[in-house]
């Protein structure tokens, strides 16, 4: 599904002349193609599914947000701006991203359902964040979070 999706933004965005959507989704589907053949390494002849893709688009949106935050240090305003323009277009194929507000209650929901009283409850509850906000969320906020409020 979200593979195909990909596909036809890219075909719109070629037909659309944008640029930067269209290096951006090659970009893409290229990782993806590379994720696929890594897959079928493993037995997974037909590659890897939705909950993957989303997996790999949240990593690639957290390397650029990592080079933003460099490249602005090195003044470089277009780099930063191309990576922005780039975040744009992958986060179109990500759903919606929870607030700090909607995390904070989603870690409090997590930390009452698993019954944490302490840090060595972490994982349980990152369990029950990952299963239930899987791509809406920062993991590495949450859990910060989540350490915030176990002590």
């Known amino acids: 599904m979200l593979r195909a999706q990909l596909n036809d933004a890219l075909k719109a965005a070629m037909k659309a002349h944008d640029a930067r959507a ?4 090659r970009m893409v589907l290229a990782k993806l ?9 493993k037995g997974n002849m037909s590659g890897i599914g939705d909950a993957e893709i989303q997996q790999m688009l949240q ?4 390397q650029r947000r990592e080079s933003i935050a460099l490249y602005k240090q ?10 922005e323009g780039e ?6 194929f990500m ?5 700090d507000a909607e995390m904070e209650a989603a870690v409090a929901d997590a930390i009452a359902a698993t019954g944490a009283k302490s840090a060595k409850d972490m994982g349980r509850v990152m369990a029950v964040l ?3 906000h899987a791509g809406q969320i920062d993991m590495a906020k949450a859990g910060a979070a989540a350490k915030a409020r176990l002590g």
């Open 74 to 83: 090195g003044n470089r305003p277009e780099l930063v701006e191309q990576e």
């Open 59 to 62: 990593a690639m949106v957290k």
């Open 130 to 132: 990952r299963e239930k």
């Open 22 to 25: 269209v290096s951006t989704l």
């Open 87 to 92: 975040i744009a277009v992958i986060e179109r």
């Open 33 to 41: 193609k590379d994720q696929d053949i890594a897959a079928r390494a």
């Open 95 to 99: 759903p919606k991203q929870l607030s």
